[in-house]
């Protein structure tokens, strides 16, 4: 993927130099942004033209890191001996030893660039390229499916059960096709209908499903247009999976109850098996931020002091009813409701795996989904759950 400034970077302290630190969904967005981190740099937040485009091959670095650091050498050699300032970067590919990139530059200006950094070396010194627990969701939430089973029952099967859940639910990074890969339009249908969209295909615990999830499982406000291309092209076929980092699905007992009137309500029985499903909207609401927050750092010292003043470009925003503001509330509402609808097919999913795994009907498994939880964390306050098996993203 070919990326232009702006991008999202950061400032790290150094005792004597600068350090940054950029971050992407791959190895390979995370170096072009690195690339680009270094262009802005040298900007100094003037604009860059681009003027050439150029592709280059580096062989060198026992690791990652190591290799990150000649990708950047390359084109600080640019810099430095042709004034090309890179504003365009697609890391074509990379492994350790070796990548293939692509840069634009423009040219330096001595007027328009006057405040930029005047870089001279890429130093080793704490270099590293790494996995980053932290990044972006939208409507990351934990559902909780309340059954009629005693756990005691299901243990002696309980390695079946697991087993087809794997099966049913991908998990992991770039974990995908759980269902068939959603058309355009039906994708469309998916940002505006929210879990509305899943529950018509028959993805549901009980006929109650919808009436238990906050806003009915989709925000009025969606509109698919302003979801970009390469945010589409992320999500349509990760409909109905876990994805990575602290995303589970975990069967529970309820061990024990708080309130006994709101448990019995939300069908919570002390020694009954539990469902628990944490996802949110995979790619697709990453992309939504990780683009928001490209369009709207450079732009909030437009809308005033205390916008201008804000220390982090991830905490980048726009007062609500700016255009930009307005765009990204409707792009936010679309993959919230992807991310109701990934946890409406993956309650489906769970509970047909279940009714295979134990040779159930689904009366016998009686799943429900319990009000609320998505929002206030339920289990917490009503009853206690101890897990049986997890299933990590």
């Not at 262009?39 to 003037?46: H, P, V, Y």
């Not at 990575?244 to 024990?256: R, Y």
């Not at 339920?378 to 206690?384: F, T």
Request: glycine share 10%; aromatic share 4%.
């Amino acid at each position: 993927m070919r990326l232009s400034l702006p991008q999202p970077w950061e400032e790290l302290s150094h005792t004597a130099d600068v350090g940054i630190a950029a971050r992407g969904a791959t190895p390979e967005e995370a170096l072009a942004r690195l690339v680009l981190a270094l262009g802005a740099l040298s900007a100094g937040g003037g604009a860059v033209r681009e003027t050439a485009d150029e592709e280059f091959t580096v062989r060198e670095g026992g690791d990652l890191a190591g290799t990150a650091v000649a990708v950047m050498r390359e084109v600080l050699f640019g810099l430095v001996t042709r004034g090309r300032i890179p504003c365009a970067c697609e890391v074509l590919s990379l492994r350790p030893g070796e990548a293939r990139v692509r840069v634009g530059s423009g040219a330096r200006d001595p007027v328009l660039h006057a405040e930029g950094a005047d870089v001279k070396a890429v130093t080793w010194h704490q270099a590293r390229l790494e996995p980053d627990g932290r990044g972006y969701d939208i409507n990351c939430g934990v559902r909780l499916v309340s059954t009629h089973l005693p756990a005691a029952d299901v243990r002696p099967r309980l390695h079946e059960a697991l087993a087809q859940l794997f099966r049913d639910v991908p998990t992991g990074v770039g974990s995908s096709h759980a269902i068939p890969r959603l058309a355009p339009r039906d994708l469309d249908a998916v940002l505006a209908q929210g879990a509305r969209w899943a529950f018509a295909r028959g993805f549901a615990a009980s006929s109650s499903d919808l009436e238990h999830c906050e806003e009915g499982g989709a925000l009025a406000g969606a509109d698919p247009r302003t979801v970009s291309e390469r945010a589409r092209e992320r999500g349509a076929d990760q409909l109905g999976t876990l994805g990575s980092g602290n995303h589970f699905l975990e069967l529970d007992v309820v061990a024990e109850v708080f309130d006994e009137p709101a448990a019995l309500a939300f069908g919570l029985v002390p020694g009954d098996l539990a469902i628990q499903i944490h996802s949110g909207s995979r790619g697709l609401g990453y992309q939504v931020c990780d683009e928001a927050v490209a369009a709207l750092a450079p732009a909030m010292s437009r809308h005033g002091p205390d916008y201008a003043s804000i220390p982090d470009p991830q905490l980048a925003c726009a007062p609500v009813r700016s255009a930009a503001g307005r765009e990204y509330l409707s792009a936010m509402s679309a993959a919230a409701n992807f991310a109701w609808a990934n946890r409406q097919v993956m309650t489906g999913l769970a509970v047909r795996a279940l009714q295979r795994a134990l040779s159930l009907s689904e009366g016998d498994l009686g799943a429900r989904v319990v009000s609320v939880v998505e929002r206030a964390g339920l289990s917490r306050v009503v009853a206690r759950l101890e897990p049986m098996g997890v299933i990590k993203g």
